[in-house]
C-alpha cells in the first residue's frame, strides 16, 4: 500500500560534500588570509632587504669641505641583488633636497621621525618600493641631513607571497582532501553496527521476537531500542491474539460440546413432548453462545483497539447520549427506565469512542440485569484529591458512572474486579464477570480504573475513571 | 697650389678616406638587400666585425630570407644612441651586442630592454641572464699578455700574488714595462679595475706594485699587445682574452695567461631593446648564440674559451678550474661603478697611483 | 400485511418468512437488490425487512431509492453486530429501526410489530410528564391542569422534547423534525429562540429544559 519511499543520498556521500563545501569556503578564507600573511612575511622580508641596503649606503656618505660624498659600497647593491628580478632605483639628497647622486626621479621620501621609511611610486610603468633613511651631519661647514632612498620593483616579494600562498594551498588540499577521506572513511565504520543489525534481523527466525542482542554504539541503540520495542509490541499483541483464540476456544468448547449433546438426543428422540423440550434447551444453549460469542468477539475488538487506534479528544457526555440511545434500542421495555444525567457543559476525556461505548453500556447491561431499578447513568468531574500513602496528587479526572438500587458487588471484590471474572463463561453471573473484565482492559488502556462504590443514598455505583483533558486555555 | 694647402687638402682627404674604409669596416650586411627585405634585422655591437662576421654568416645561412646588418660601434656610444632611443621611445636598433656590460646593465634597469624566455636562455647560468633581459653570450677571461722571447718562463706570473712578487725588488726589468688599459678611457678597462678592486686587499697591493713599477695605463687592445709582441711592454695586465688569444695564435711571441688566484670571466651582454621593430628575429639570433652551433662558431673566434681539463677540450689557459672563475654577474651591484660620485672617486683613486696616459 | 424481505442468506431468510407467515402475513422473499428494487416498483409494502450487506450491492441504496422517491413505507434494517458506522447511516438515510444480526425471531417480530402499529397509529393519546399534560389531537397542553398558550411550532417542539422524554436530541435533529425543507432562510438559532420561548412559558412547571453544550437539549422532571 505504501508508495516506494524515496532514496536519500548517501550519508557518507552527502557529508563528503557538506565537508567539501564547508572546506572549500573554509579554504578560501585560509588562502586570502595565506596570501595576506604571505605578502606580509615576503615584504617585510625584502623591506629589510632595502633597510640594510639604504643603511649601508649611508654609512658611506661623508661630508668634505661642505660637500656630500658617497662612496656608494657595492655590498649595498649585493644585496638589493637577492631579489633577482628587480631593478633597482636609488638618491641620495642633500639637505636643500638636491641630488647628490643616484636617480633624480625618485620622489623625496614623506616625512616621518623613524629610522627607516618605506614608501611607494611608480617607476617605468613598474611599482617600486623605497626605503629612505637619514644620516645627521654637524659639520661646521654642513649642517644638516643626507637623505639616502633606496628602492626597487617588488617581483620579489610578489613571487615569494604567492610561494607562500601555494605551499599553503597544497598543505590546505592535501589535509582537505585527508579530512573528506577520512570522513567517509568514519562515516562507513560507524554505519557498519547498522549493517550487523541488518545481518542480526535476518538471520532470526521469523516467529523469533525477542528482544535484539546487537552491541552498537548510543546512536545506533535508539533505532535498537526502537526495533525491540516494536517487536515487544508486535509480540505483545500476537500473545494477546494467542491467548484470545486460547481463552475463546476454551470458553465455547464447553457450550459448544453440550449443544451438539443436545442435538445428537434431539435427533434419537421420538416423543414430541420431550423433543420439544429438548429444543427448547438448545435454543437457550445458542443463545447464551450467542452472547458469549459477542462478548469474546468485543473483547477481541476492545484490545485490538487499544494497540492499534488512536485515541481521539471526546466529550464523555456523548458516549453516555449513545449508551443510552444502544440501550433504548436493545432493551425498548426497559429503556425509558435508563435516566440520563449529565452536566451543561463539555467533559473532555482522550480516548477511543467505540471501547468506552461498550464499557459504559456493559455497566449499564450489568446493572439491569443484575441490579435495581432505577438505573442512572451519569457523567460527573471529580476534582483531584490527595492520596495518602499514594505517590502524589491525583489529577482531576472524568467518570461515566451507572448506579442502581440493588445490592452490587460485594465489597470485599471491590480491590480486583476485573480479573477475577476473566476466565469464566456462560452464565449470567458469570456473565457479569467477563462484562466487568472487559470494562477493566478500556479502563486500563485509557489509563483509567474502574471504581465501585456507594452513594450516600445507599445505592450501588460502578464508575469508570479517566483523566480529564483541561481545554486548552482554560 | 700652395704647399700648406696641398697639405691641408690632403690630410683631409686621407681622413675623409680613411672615414669612409672605417666606414665600410663597420658595417656587415648579409642577406637579401637591405632597402627591399620584408624581414630585417639590425644588430649594434662592439665586437669587431672581423671576428663576429663569420658568426653572422652562419646564421644568415640558416635564415636566407632575413637581411642582417650589423654595426661596429664603440661602447660609449652605442649606449648613448640605445639610451636616446629608449627615452624617445624610437625603434633604434633591433639587437644590441657589448662588452660594456654594466651599461647594459644600467639600460635593463631602466626599462629600456624587452624580455626573452625560451629553452636556451633558462639553460644560462643565473650570473649570465638578468630578468630574461639581457644574455651572456660569450665566455672572455681578463688574462696577462707577455713576450715570450723577453720574459723567461720561471718569471711568467700565474698568478696577481706571482706578479706582485715578480715586480717588488728596486731594480727589476719590468719597470715602465708593464701595460694595462687607460680606465678613464676604456669602459672594459674601468670594469675589470672595478671589479678587481672588489678583491680590496689583492686590490690595492697591486695597484700600488703596479705604480711603483710605473705601469703604463694606455689605449686599445690592438696597440698595446702589438706593443708587447713588439718588447715594448714585457707585460700587458688585464687584456681581453679573445683578442690576445687571437693574436697568440698567430703571433708566436704573444703568450697569454689567466692568473689563477682568480679569473675575471666577461661575457658579452645581448638585448633587446624595448621599442625594438624586429624583436623576433633578434630573438632567433640570441638563441642561435646559444646554440652549439653558435657556441662553436663563437670558439672559433676565441670569444668562448671553454673550462675543464685537456681531455673534456677544455683550453689549457683556464686549466684552474672552475673555482678559479670569477665571471662578472650581471647585477645591480654593476650599477654601484657607473655612479657618478663612485667613478670620481674611484677615478682619483687610480690617478694618484697609476697616473695618467703613459706614451 | 405485505412484507419484502430482502435478505441473502437462506437459513436467515427461510425462518423469517416462516415465522410472519404463520401469522397471516404475506412475505415476498428477495435475494439481491436487483430484485428488491424490481419488486418495489410494481408492489407496494407494509414493511420492509431490509439486509445491508447484499451480493450485488448495498441495502442503503434500496433504502435511499426508497426514501428519494418519497415512499413512507416503514424500512426495519438488519446490520452486522460491530458496524456502527453503516447502522447510523441507514437510520440517517430514513431507516425506521434495526437489528444486528444474529437476533432472536421473536424480538424481529416484536420490533415488526412496533413499526405496524406505529404507522397505523393516528396520533392520539394523552402524554403526561412531571405536572405536564400534552394531548396530541386536540394539539393542546397543560401545566398542573392550567391550559398551557403555545404556538403551533412550540407544540411540535414540545411534543418532539416529550417523545425523546430525559434523552438528548441535537439542535440539528430538532431543526429537521421543526421545519420542512422549504424553509430555506431559517437559521439553526432559530431552534434556540423557540428553545428560549418554550423555556419561559414552562418556567412555572416542574418540567424544565436542559441545554447541554455541544451536545443538545434534554427534557428534565424535578421532583
Redesign the interface.
Known sequence: MNSRTARLPSIAWRLALAITLILGAGGLLITVAAYAYGRQAAGEAYDRLLAGAAFEIARSVSVTSGSV??????S???L??LA??D???YRVLDRHGNT???YDSVPRPPQSADDVVFYAAE????TVRLAATRRRFAERAYSGEVGIVVGHTTRARTALAWDITAKALWILVAAGLAMVALTVFAVRSSLRPLGRIEQAILGRNPKDLSPLCVSSPREIETIVVAINRFMDRLARRVTVMQTLIADATHQLRTPIAALRAQAELAAAEENPERLRSIVRRIHQRT?GL?RLA?QL?NQA?IIHRADAVEQQRL?L??IA?RV??EI??DL?AMG?D???D?????VEVRGDA?SLVEAAKNLVNNAFRHGERPVRLTVETIAGEDRAGEDGAEEDGAEIAVTDSGVGVPTSHWADSGRRFANTAGSSARDAGLGLAIVNAVAEAHAGRLEFSRTADGRFRAALRLPLQREPGS | MKACCRVLLISLAMAFATRGVLAQDEIVTLGPPWNEAGDRLLIQGSTDVEPFTPILEAFSARMPDLAIRYEEILTNELYERTRRACDDGAAGADLVISSAIDLQVKL????CAQPHVSGRTEALP?WAN???EMFGITFEPAVIVYNRMRVPPEHVPRSRFDLIDLVRPAENPYAGRIATYDIEQSGLGYLFAFVDS?HATTFGRLIEALARNRMVATCCSAEIIDGVAEGRYLLAYNMLGSYALARAEVDPRIGVVAPDDYTLILARAALIPRWAENPEPAKRFIDFLLSEEGRQQLAEASLIVSVGSSEEGGSPLLSGGPSTLHPI?F???L??GL????RE?FLDLWRSSVGGIGE | MRILLVEDTEDVAEPIVATFSRHGHAVDHMATREAAEDALAVQEYDLIILDLMLPDGSGLEVLRGLRSAHCPTPVLVLTA??D?DDRVDALDTGAD??LTK?F?LRELE??AR?LIRRQCEVRSGVVLYGDLSLDAAARTASVQGAPLPLTRREFRLLEILLAN????IPKDRLFDKLFSFEETDVGLNAVELYIGRLRRKLAASKVSI???????Y?LERHE
Open positions: 660624498i658617497v662612496d656608494l659600497p657595492t649595498a647593491f649585493e638589493l641583488a633577482p628580478k631593478r633597482v632605483v647628490v647622486t643616484g617607476f617605468g610603468g613598474e443463545v450467542s459477542d468477539l475488538l466529550d457526555r456523548a447520549v443510552a440511545e433504548d434500542h425498548p425509558c435508563l435516566r440520563l449529565l452536566p451543561e457543559d463539555p467505540f | 635593463v634597469n631602466d626599462r643565473d638578468w630578468r630574461d672588489q654577474a647585477s645591480p651591484a650599477l654601484v655612479d657618478r660620485q663612485k672617486i | 453486530r460491530f456502527v429501526d434495526y444474529p432472536d416484536a420490533r412496533a422524554q430525559g434523552r438528548v436542559r441545554t447541554l453544550r455541544g451536545l443538545g434534554q
